[in-house]
């Protein structure tokens, strides 16, 4: 049975859509953007978008009893791979060795103006079991 992941600083979705779903073990995050969860107010840059686009992603894991060790899959969508430096260092910062498999798509736009957007397959115990 899957349930639907909300709560407390979790951006509301900006669409028909659940920020993340638990079915069993597993928790699949929608893409998180660099929103403030009670504003919705987009952050200035790509660097402050990726840091608070992991934030949100904690979040989320957080309200779902997981944490970022737990995720085994990322994709990180760039509106320019010319920032790719840039996220990757701020991306790194939240996951130790063995780290999530990961695509980087470079993508023409995101929603609200976004630069950068990161979506996550966990599953508990991932880095681990």
């Given at each position: 049975?899957?349930r639907?992941?909300t709560?407390a600083?979790?951006p ?8 993340a779903?638990?079915?069993g ?9 660099g929103?403030?969860p009670?504003t919705?107010a987009?952050a ?8 608070q686009a992991?934030?949100n992603l904690g979040?989320?894991l957080?309200?779902?009893?997981y944490g970022?060790n737990d995720i085994?899959?990322t ?9 790719f ?6 991306y790194?910062r939240?996951?130790?060795q063995?780290?999530p498999a ?5 993508v ?8 950068v957007?990161?979506e996550?397959i966990?599953?508990r ?5």
């Open positions: 049975m899957k639907s992941i709560g600083g979790i509301a979705a900006i669409g028909p859509y659940s920020p779903i638990a079915v073990d597993e928790l699949y995050c929608s893409g998180q953007l929103l403030h009670e919705g987009l200035e840059g790509v660097a402050a978008q990726a840091e992991v934030i979040a989320l957080s309200a779902a009893g970022y085994v899959k994709t990180i969508f760039l509106v320019d791979l010319a920032d430096a840039t996220v990757n260092e701020i790194g939240a996951f130790t063995p780290y990961r695509s980087t798509i470079q023409a736009a995101l929603p609200k103006g976004g630069l957007e990161i996550a966990a599953k115990g991932g880095a681990t079991g």
